[in-house]
């Protein structure tokens, strides 16, 4: 490999390495004067900027000047980074990140009347798209962390509320799209007029009535809290929008005929059933979408100031003829020409005067033609995928919002009729997008999951009390804990309330169902994994596996993840229940495999959810530290003891049940007191009850295999409760290996299997022979089983990335690592913090905070390691 006169580390896997010799920090450090007149250069055209383009205020400016001034001379190291784009991108993105985080947490002391800058203002003045920016931002966080922590405190992340932001966005962008293929099938555009400027007769312009459905549902979701914001609430109170808009609408606008028994199924004596048709068509909650209908109507009553019609009989001539009026509220006049364009106008400045400006962006522009604000590909790497086709790159970013006045109207979208005509009624079934996916999903978990009882079973409870003790108290007291940790208003970000009383009535109600969601799940695996071990032990005494503590933990983790997966939160996601349950990731992989054996009716979308987790966690989540997975692996591999306590990586021991109680406030009302507290097993490392052994994920669906697949099928499947034993205890299931060497190899035996399959497909997308692929296999499996150590602190694709560099040199390919960085960008598991920030152990008084990029370290600590075991 290039780069023979690297200095060798000190040790394999410590981070240890002279990268400040490497060539890119001498390049810096020759080129000092010119770097000082860059820096000066940059600095002035921020600050021209937040002076110019963005009139921001003398105490905003200055904190922003003191965050580019802080983190500029990372910015500088930054510009020879591989796949980080141009210099002149780099500062725009870099720009926009700083102001970002000003407004975030700068002016945390500000009162609520002075708005702050938004984001859409900060991707205007530095031309960026929405999904460019998120690429940058997560990487921003990692670089000047630290700066962060001593300018904002340590709790700078949760106040930056970055994933919310995230995930409040791709979630606007599917009901956006919802919206839009709904108001299509149900009703004409523009009076079936064509568009103006259009050359295409077929492309017409939505009304006037489609810019006041949205915005009635904008305005009934910005009255949500954070807690019931999520996509399922969403859509039905978008559903309940177009409620009100088949009922209001003039009937010479409609796509559809009501008296058609295909477009409206539900019907009676009195005429269609509009709520039951809508939910069997859009897959929604009767109950949940009369509810949405009621809030509806209020808004109307409150905001708009219209007055419901008492007397039906004279509504029913026009657009309520042959729909039953039981349950609706039909508002006269409502939407006529004069009335609309005055509800309109109320609506535009109810929404503008609720938007929280610090940092969020205007949802207006969601529903119109404006997808390539988002640009295309996907959001956090792969974590979040942004709905819809692929699009060109449009400059369509509008003038910052200042008010209702200055606005300019929103950009009607523009549609293709159906070629039939009557799209609503030709189309039996929804189209596949992420929001049918979720109201399906939805509805196994209400149709399924919700009708079971809120207690253990009589089958279960004949179980539990089986044991040498009765743990039925333990077990209900640690579910009603553990939930009551995780469902809480504090788990639902800054903006709620520190506990569930505190909550208003509708987020109380909507936590508690999820809270009941996730509990009936929990029983019913439970139940189902009691009743297969029991036959597999010939016995229903299942003392070690229903009094360990981690399991159950883990359990209910798993349960509560799914109702959250299904609900499509906007604060409350992954990786939020392990810390909520005090657990970890690799604590967590043990159950994964068997929650979805044991739970036959599990939707595909939870499978493909659960799937995509455990790749999570095999490639770095259970590599980081203070994993549980150091404490198994310092009982399977003494050797490498000295490394996992010099590098601090060691788990700590779970927090205790009546710790988790006292700090989130949880009251137990009639359930029994907490369970004695168990000393931990003498024979744990450092914390209690770690794992022994893991399972292949079979999930169920053929579809979705785990990445273990067939590794370990030849090895014997020791029962469940043997796969929470010590670390140090043997495995009698095993031929006198120690549990945690059993579980060690699984473990490994999985981040195989994982390495193989994206091995293949990077290989194949660098059309790299098979011959070159397997000596790269080989050269990773020797890593895992040899220099394990190299994986500490890592992610899984930074060692493949390195693998076939490596033996590209070896083979003398004409093969460059920015070939390479180009080439994984293309994968969909890419996350740009793999190649860009690499973790390495500085010497305490050097780089503090600092990780260096992926070419660095290449050199200085993989290449001697490849050197060996090559030669």
Excluded at 521 to 545: D, F, H, K, P, W
Excluded at 606 to 624: I, P, T
Excluded at 662 to 689: A, M, T
Aim: charged fraction near 25%; aromatic fraction near 8%.
């Amino acid at each position: 490999m290039d780069g023979a006169d690297a200095p060798q580390p000190a040790r394999s896997g410590s981070g240890v390495t002279a990268c400040s010799t490497s060539t890119a920090p001498a390049r810096m450090n020759g080129g000092a004067n010119a770097n000082n007149n860059a820096a000066a250069a940059m600095e002035e055209r921020f600050a021209d900027v937040c002076k110019r383009k963005l009139v921001l205020d003398e105490s905003t400016t200055r904190q922003a000047m003191q965050l580019f001034k802080e983190t500029k001379i990372i910015l500088l190291s930054s510009m020879s980074s591989l796949g980080s784009g141009s210099p002149e991108e780099i500062e725009r993105s870099w720009c926009a990140c700083v102001l970002y985080c000003v407004s975030k947490l700068g002016n945390a002391g500000k009162a609520k009347e002075d708005r702050g800058i938004t984001l859409r203002q900060i991707l205007r003045a530095f031309d960026l798209k929405i999904v460019d920016f998120f690429k940058e931002m997560p990487q921003f966080c990692i670089k000047v962390g630290f700066i962060l922590t001593g300018l904002y405190g340590s709790d700078w992340e949760k106040r930056l509320e970055l994933q919310e932001l995230q995930a409040n966005l791709v979630h606007l962008c599917s009901l956006g799209r919802h919206y839009r293929r709904a108001y299509q099938e149900l009703f004409l555009l523009n009076d079936g007029k064509p568009a103006n400027n259009s050359s295409d007769l077929n492309v017409q312009q939505a009304s006037e009535y489609y810019d006041f459905g949205w915005l009635l549902f904008l305005v009934l979701r910005n009255q949500a809290s954070s807690a019931v914001k999520n996509l399922l609430t969403s859509t039905t109170e978008l559903v309940s929008v177009l409620a009100v808009l088949i009922i209001h609408i003039p009937v010479r606008l409609r796509n559809f005929s009501i008296e058609d028994s295909s477009c409206f199924a539900k019907k009676s004596d009195k005429g269609v059933n509009l709520i039951a048709s809508l939910c069997e068509r859009y897959l929604t909650s009767e109950d949940e979408l009369s509810k949405a209908l009621q809030k509806t109507n209020i808004l109307i009553k409150d905001i708009l100031k219209k007055k419901p019609c008492s007397d039906v009989s004279e509504c029913q001539q026009g657009s309520l003829s042959f729909i039953d009026p039981e349950g609706l509220t039909f508002f006269k006049n409502f939407l006529e020409e004069d009335s609309l364009k005055s509800s309109l106008q109320v609506l535009e400045k109810e929404y503008v005067n609720g938007l929280d400006t610090k940092g969020e962006l205007d949802a207006r522009m969601f529903a119109n033609d404006e997808d390539s604000l988002l640009g295309s590909g996907s959001l956090s790497g792969g974590a979040l995928k942004l709905p819809g086709t692929k699009r060109k790159y449009d400059d369509v970013m509008a003038s910052p919002t200042k008010s209702t006045a200055s606005r300019a109207p929103m950009s009607p979208p523009r549609f293709c009729p159906s070629p039939n005509g009557n799209s609503f009624c030709n189309s039996k079934m929804a189209p596949f997008t992420p929001v049918s996916t979720a109201m399906t999903t939805a509805k196994w978990l209400r149709s399924t999951i919700s009708p079971l009882p809120s207690k253990p079973s009589g089958e279960l409870l004949r179980f539990f009390s089986a044991c040498d003790k009765d743990v039925t108290d333990d077990i209900t007291c640690r579910a009603a804990i553990i939930l009551g940790a995780i469902f809480t208003g504090s788990s639902f970000g800054e903006r709620m309330c520190t506990s569930l009383r505190n909550t208003s009535g509708m987020d109380a109600i909507w936590t508690e169902q999820r809270k009941m969601e996730a509990l009936k799940l929990y029983y019913r695996v439970l139940e189902s994994m009691c009743r297969a071990e029991s036959q597999i032990l010939s016995g229903s005494n299942l003392t070690s596996l229903l009094s360990n503590e981690r399991f159950h933990r883990c359990m209910i983790a798993c349960s509560a993840e799914l109702v959250l997966a299904t609900h499509k939160t906007v604060t409350m996601m992954f990786p939020a229940v392990l810390e909520k349950t005090g657990i970890t990731a690799f604590d967590l992989s043990k159950v994964i495999e068997s929650f979805v054996r044991h739970e036959d009716s599990l939707p595909r979308e939870l499978k493909r959810h659960l799937n995509s987790l455990e790749e999570r966690l095999l490639e770095s989540m259970a590599w980081e530290k203070g994993s549980s997975m150091y404490n198994s692996l310092i009982v399977a591999r003494p050797t490498l003891s000295a490394e996992i306590n010099r590098l601090g990586l060691l788990a700590e021991p779970m927090p205790s049940l009546d710790a988790i109680a006292v700090h989130h406030d949880i009251s137990l009302g009639g359930l029994p007191p907490l369970p004695f507290h168990k000393q931990p097993d003498k024979d744990e490392v450092r914390s209690p009850k770690r794992a022994c052994t893991e399972r292949r994920n079979v999930l169920v669906d053929n579809s979705f295999r785990s990445p273990v697949k067939d590794a370990i099928k030849s090895k014997f499947l020791p029962p469940l409760q043997s796969a929470f034993a010590s670390p140090t205890r043997p495995n009698p299931a095993a031929g006198g290996e120690t549990c945690a060497e059993t579980g060690i190899g699984v473990f490994l035996s999985k981040i195989t299997k994982l390495a193989a399959i994206r091995i293949k497909c990077l290989c194949e997308r660098l059309q790299l022979s098979q011959q070159i692929l397997e000596r790269v296999y080989s050269l990773v499996q020797q890593i895992i089983s040899q220099q394990t150590a190299l994986f500490f602190n890592r992610h899984i694709d930074q060692i493949i990335l390195c693998c076939i560099y490596g033996v590209a040199k070896i083979s003398q390919l004409a093969l460059t690592f920015k070939e390479i960085i180009f080439s994984y960008r293309k994968q969909s598991q890419c996350k740009p913090q793999v190649f860009r920030s690499v973790y390495v152990n500085w010497p305490s008084r050097s780089r503090s905070g600092v990780k260096p990029h992926i070419v660095l370290i290449v050199q200085g600590i993989f290449s001697p390691v490849f050197n060996w075991l090559v030669f």
